[in-house]
């Protein structure tokens, strides 16, 4: 929701985006139905890959990934809503998912067709029995970003420039039923069993039926924009619950460009680090302070300005995760320096966190704590650092090394299975979104982690 000098347009038959869809499969049946197709566009895809191999010829499992990856986004894209979310959240775990499908579905952010004009007065019809051409002074009808659950149109009433998001038609009412569509597919990919994926699905489900419940989000921007206002150089949009339903959400336009405009202008180190500094204050106060966190930190949910010296616009509070105590207690014990240096205590935290079981083996027992507790040393590291430079490239040459190597590890490859709380789903992408978005900015920020049993 970047800022521009354009006035949005009014009438309906403005140009459109090629790409608009017409229609989604929203019932039940068409979901399945278009799904049951791709599903065995993928089986077939299996048929001719075990055969070449059996006929000795050559079949690259590589190439297998890439085709089926490609077949599966196409569907998901189409289809929309919880689908491509819960495979957006597959692929947040890098041991999980091959390369093909991670790369995929990073797509979606950015790269989802948009609903056509119709459909979109459609929604408004139903939710206010008006079009947004009565409703708004001014509103186009072209999505200027569509994701997975909804887009955003830009729209003009009473001289205010507001930002109004729009979600795609049966997404909140298909949510359990694609997840059943999606898991067989996705067990089989991943080479997993149902019980060992399904706390981590149900985690996710709850995430996903709050983030289409748009009066939960106006609840939450609202709350923690109040909660956060004592914060320097962070802007947040106001929201007008008058112009607002349960699939209509409308707020402020604010000023800014995402992160890659942004470089683009090449701003000085200061703004940087002041940047960078309002992120991490804005997250640090959410963990420690609300227990709750604004789960979704990709660039387009940030708009930066030089104004002020930098400030961080920060949109979109439909995925919030709440952090119950013991799992605050658990995530920040984890980072801590004496942590790392008693092993027996990393091992009893890791055993809470159910990255240890009891009936590993010693082996098995020995590999996972010699894992983490290289990769809490690394990832870690800015929490046990009074300031920290984000632009250090050894660093994030590091972490990736930290990445590749744990890929390559034989344990690894051979037990897929995902291990650890199911409540570090959205903590851990919430911290990888975080350090990305500071990386980019080249950010030297005070970071560090508050008292022991404090916050």
């Known amino acids: 929701m970047t800022d521009d000098t354009s006035k949005p347009s009014t009438p309906p038959d403005e140009p459109t985006d090629s790409r608009q869809l017409a229609s989604l499969p929203t019932t039940k049946v ?71 499908y991670a790369d995929q579905f990073a797509q979606a952010q950015y790269q989802s067709p948009p609903l056509s004009g119709p459909l979109v007065t459609k ?7 008006r079009s947004p051409f009565e409703l708004f002074d001014e509103f186009d009808p072209n ?39 999606v ?19 149900e985690e996710v489900e709850a995430r996903l039926l709050e983030e289409t419940n748009y009066g939960l989000e106006l609840q939450r921007g609202t709350e923690i924009a109040a909660e956060c206002a004592h914060l320097q150089h962070l802007e947040f949009p106001s929201y ?8 209509v959400l409308t707020m402020d336009w604010l000023a800014g460009q995402h992160l890659k405009e942004f470089l683009a202008t090449n701003p000085t180190q200061a703004v940087r680090n002041q940047l960078g500094q309002a992120l991490w204050d804005f997250y640090s106060f959410q963990l420690h302070t609300l227990h709750r966190v604004h789960a979704d930190p990709h660039p387009g949910n940030f708009l930066l300005r030089e104004e002020g010296g930098g400030t961080v616009g920060v949109l979109d509070f439909g995925c919030v995760k ?36 009891p009936e590993d083996t010693a082996a098995r027992r020995a590999f996972y704590l010699r894992t983490m507790l290289t990769s809490l040393e690394l990832v870690g590291r800015p929490f ?3 300031t920290f430079d984000f632009g250090d490239p050894e660093y994030m040459a590091a972490l990736y090394r930290l990445g590749d190597d744990l890929l390559q590890e034989p344990e690894l490859r051979q037990q897929r299975e995902p291990r650890g709380s199911e409540h570090f789903i959205y903590l851990n992408r919430t911290y990888v979104g975080l350090y990305a978005l500071l990386t980019e900015l080249q950010a030297s920020v005070q970071t560090g982690l508050p008292p022991a049993n404090q916050g």
């Open 30 to 100: 068409a979901r399945a139905a278009r799904f049951a197709k791709t599903g065995l566009k993928v089986g077939a895809n299996y048929v001719k890959h075990y055969a070449r191999r059996a006929a000795g010829g050559t079949s690259e499992t590589d190439e297998l990934h890439a085709a089926n990856a490609a077949e599966l986004y196409g569907a998901l894209s189409e289809m929309k809503g919880s689908v491509l979310k819960v495979a957006q959240m597959l692929a947040m775990e890098k041991n999980l998912l091959p390369t093909a």
């Open 123 to 129: 929604v408004f019809r139903d939710s206010f029995g």
């Open 143 to 181: 999505a200027r970003q569509a994701a997975s659950i909804g887009q955003v149109h830009r729209a003009r009433k009473n001289d205010l420039a507001l930002a109004v998001k729009v979600q795609y038609p049966g997404v909140a009412d298909s949510i359990r039923s694609d997840i059943r569509l």
């Open 183 to 201: 898991k067989p597919i996705a067990l089989r990919v991943m080479g997993l069993s149902e019980a060992q994926v399904r706390p981590y699905l």
């Open 240 to 247: 007008y619950p008058e112009l607002s339903s349960g699939r």
């Open 322 to 357: 709440e952090i119950p105590a013991d799992v605050y207690e658990l995530f920040t014990a984890l980072l801590r320096p004496d942590t790392l240096a008693d092993e027996a205590r990393l091992a009893e935290l890791l055993t809470q966190a159910g990255v240890l079981r």
């Open 384 to 386: 046990r650092q009074a």
